[in-house]
C-alpha cells in the first residue's frame, strides 16, 4: 500500500503543487484588500445590514460581514476555501481510482498481489493526505496573511475553521468516490452528482434561515453543519464534524463494498 | 500438483445481457505448456482471461491459478504471475524507467530479468511512455510482464503493435520462458503466430471452447491445410500431384501458374515439384476463421 501512496503522491505532485500555488495566491487576494475598507468597517456593516437576509446568507453565515473575524469568515472561510477544497476533493475521488479505471492502468495495478481493498485504501489515504497538506497551506497562508495584515484573529479558531472546510471538501470528496466506486455509468457521473449535492446543499443551507422547510433537506446534505464565523467566534458544535465524519466514514465504506467484488471496467 | 491453469465450468454473463459471454468453459493447463485460446474478435478469449485476472467476477465456475482460486486466493493466485493485454495501457507520464520501477516495487519480487529484456527488447527506458509509438509502448508492456520471471504467464494479444522483427524477438522470448519451466497462456486470432509459440490450442467461439488439440496435431489434423501458390517456369503438366492421392488437391491452375492445397508433410510435393524448373513458391497464410468456421461447423453437425 505504501508502493501506492509514494507513487500516487509523486504522480499527482505537479497538479498539487498548482493547486496550492492558486489556493495561496486567492487567500493573498481576499485578505491583501481588506485593509483597504477597514477604516470603513462599521458604515459598511450598515449598508450590509440592509440587505434582505436571504441575500445575505448567500455571502456569508454571519451577519458582521466587515470585521476582520466576519470578513475572514464570510471572504476566506464562506466562499474560497470551501469551495477549493470541495473542488479539490471531488476531483481527487473521483479520478483517483477512476482515472486507473477509464485508462485500463487498473488492470497493471489488479495483476500484481495486490488486493483491492488495499488499493481502495491507498488511493483514499493519498487523497487524504494530499487534502490535508493544501489545508495545512491554506492554513499557514491565512495566519501569515492575518499577521500581515493585522486582522488579530487567533490561529486555533483559524486552524479549527480550515479543518472544518477541509472536512466538508473530504466529505464531497468520498461520496464522488462512492460514486465512481460503483463503476457503469455512475462512475462518469461522479464529478457532477458530487458538484450537484455540494451546490444543492450550499443553497439549502443558505436558503434555510429564510425558507423554513428547507431546514430538513438541508439537514441532509454538509453544508447544513458549517458555520465558519461560529468557529472563528470559538463557538463549536459537535454536529459538524460528527456529520461530515460520519459521511466520509460510511461513504468509504459503501465504496469499498461495492468496489471489491464488481467488475473493472463495466 | 502439476497444473499451473484451470478453469471449471467457467461462466460469465455480463449483467442481463442475453448470451453468456462465457459458457462453461473447462480447460487445463498443465506447468511448463504454452497454450494458446484461439478465436475471432468477440470470442470470449479476452473475457476468459479477464475472470482469470480477478477482473471480473465470474458468473458460475470457478477457476485457479497454481492451485489458487482466483477470486478466493487471488493474491497468492498472483504472486507469480505476469499480464500484458493486446492494447496496453501505461502511465503516459512516466519514463519507461520509472513504470518498470513502479511496477517491480508492486509485485514485491525482485525483477532479475528487466536489464536483459530491456536490452533485447530495444526498450526506450528513458523517455516518457506517452512520447512512445505503439510498438514501444507495447515493449514496455512485455517487459513488465516478464521481468519478475514469473511461473505463470497470461498474454492477451501480446503481439498486437509490435514490428515483425519484434515479433520474432518475442517468439524467442517466449520459447526461452518455456524453457525456464513457465507456462503460458496465449490468446490470438493469429492461426501462424499460435503454431510458433504454443504446445496446444483451444478453439473458442460464442463464450463456448469448442475444441483442443495439440500444435503437432494441427499441422496434420483438419486445420493443417497449407495452400502454396506455385509459378513454373512453363505450364505444369497436368495430373502432376495426382501421385500424392487424396493429401493434395489443386484449387486453381492457368497459364504457369497452381494453387495447391495440401495436408501433412510437404517432402512429398517438394520431390515432385523437383522435377519441374520452379520461378517462385509462396505460401499463403492460414484463414483462421475459414478453418475455424469450418470446424465449428463440424463441431455443431455432430452433436
Redesign the interface.
Known amino acids: 500500500m505504501i ?2 501512496i509514494r ?1 500516487t503522491l509523486w ?1 499527482r505532485r505537479w497538479s498539487l503543487m498548482w493547486w496550492a500555488i492558486g489556493m495561496v495566491g486567492m487567500i493573498a487576494l481576499e485578505l491583501g484588500f481588506y485593509p483597504s475598507f477597514r477604516d470603513q468597517a462599521g458604515q459598511l456593516n450598515q449598508v450590509f445590514d440592509q440587505i434582505p437576509a436571504a441575500a445575505r446568507s448567500f455571502i456569508s453565515d454571519s451577519s458582521d460581514f466587515f470585521s476582520p473575524t466576519g470578513y475572514l469568515a464570510s471572504r476566506v472561510f464562506a466562499l474560497v476555501l470551501p469551495i477549493l477544497f470541495t473542488i479539490f476533493a471531488i476531483s481527487l475521488g473521483s479520478s483517483l481510482l477512476g482515472r486507473d479505471e477509464r ?3 487498473i ?9 483491492r481493498s488495499k488499493l481502495l485504501a491507498g488511493r483514499a489515504l493519498t487523497g487524504l493526505m494530499m487534502l490535508t497538506l493544501l489545508a495545512l497551506l491554506g492554513l499557514a497562508a491565512v495566519i501569515s496573511l492575518d499577521a500581515l495584515v493585522n486582522l488579530h484573529v487567533a490561529p486555533g479558531p483559524v486552524a479549527a475553521a480550515v479543518a472544518m472546510s477541509a472536512l466538508l471538501g473530504l466529505s464531497f470528496g468520498t461520496i464522488a468516490l462512492l460514486i465512481t466506486c460503483m463503476g457503469g455509468p455512475a462512475r462518469v457521473a461522479s464529478v457532477g452528482i458530487a458538484t450537484f449535492l455540494a451546490f444543492a446543499g450550499y443553497i439549502l443551507a443558505s436558503l434555510e434561515s429564510t425558507v423554513h422547510w428547507l431546514v430538513w433537506p438541508a439537514r441532509l446534505l454538509p453544508f447544513h453543519y458549517y458555520h465558519p464565523s461560529e468557529l472563528l467566534h470559538n463557538a463549536y458544535h459537535w454536529q459538524g464534524p460528527v456529520f461530515m465524519g460520519g459521511v466520509v466514514v460510511i461513504g468509504y465504506l459503501l465504496a469499498w463494498a461495492a468496489f471489491r ?6 | 500438483m502439476d497444473n499451473a491453469i484451470v478453469l471449471d465450468r467457467l461462466t460469465k454473463r455480463y449483467g442481463h445481457a442475453p448470451h453468456l459471454a462465457l459458457d462453461k468453459v473447462s480447460l487445463t493447463i498443465k506447468k511448463g505448456e504454452v497454450y494458446g485460446l484461439l478465436g475471432p474478435n468477440g470470442a470470449g478469449k479476452s473475457t476468459a482471461i479477464r475472470t482469470l485476472l480477478n477482473f471480473i467476477q465470474p458468473t458460475d465456475g470457478n477457476a485457479a491459478i497454481n492451485g489458487y482460486d482466483v477470486v478466493k486466493n487471488s493474491l497468492q493466485a498472483h504472486h507469480s504471475l505476469g499480464y500484458l493485454a493486446g492494447d496496453v495501457a501505461l502511465y503516459g507520464t512516466m519514463t519507461g524507467s520509472q513504470f518498470l520501477h513502479y511496477m517491480g516495487a508492486l509485485q514485491g519480487r525482485p525483477t532479475p530479468a528487466r536489464a536483459a529484456l530491456i536490452q533485447q527488447l530495444h526498450v526506450t527506458t528513458n523517455q516518457p511512455i506517452k512520447s512512445l509509438s505503439k510498438g514501444n509502448r507495447q515493449k514496455v508492456g512485455l517487459v513488465q510482464a516478464f521481468m519478475h520471471e514469473p511461473e505463470v504467464l497470461i498474454l492477451d494479444e501480446p503481439t498486437s503493435g509490435l514490428d515483425p522483427l519484434m515479433q520474432e524477438a518475442f517468439f524467442t522470448l517466449v520459447a526461452e520462458t518455456k524453457q525456464r519451466g513457465a507456462t503460458i497462456l496465449v490468446s490470438s486470432h493469429n492461426l501462424t503466430e499460435v503454431q510458433r509459440m504454443c504446445d496446444r490450442v483451444g478453439f473458442i467461439r460464442q463464450g463456448k471452447l469448442i475444441h483442443e488439440q495439440t500444435v503437432s496435431e494441427l499441422q496434420t489434423g483438419p486445420l493443417g491445410k497449407q495452400t502454396f501458390t506455385i509459378v513454373f517456369a512453363s505450364p505444369p503438366p497436368r495430373g502432376l500431384i495426382k501421385p500424392l492421392g487424396a493429401t493434395a488437391k489443386v484449387l486453381q491452375a492457368g497459364g504457369k501458374t497452381m494453387d495447391v492445397a495440401i495436408q501433412g508433410s510437404l517432402t512429398p510435393l517438394l520431390a515432385l515439384l523437383a522435377k519441374h524448373e520452379i520461378v517462385t513458391i509462396q505460401k499463403h497464410e492460414s484463414n483462421l476463421e475459414e478453418e475455424f468456421l469450418s470446424l465449428y461447423h463440424e463441431a455443431e453437425d455432430e452433436r
Open positions: 508502493t501506492i507513487w504522480q485508462d485500463g492502468t488492470e497493471l495495478l489488479l495483476s500484481r498481489p495486490l488486493s467484488r464488481r467488475d473493472i471496467g463495466a
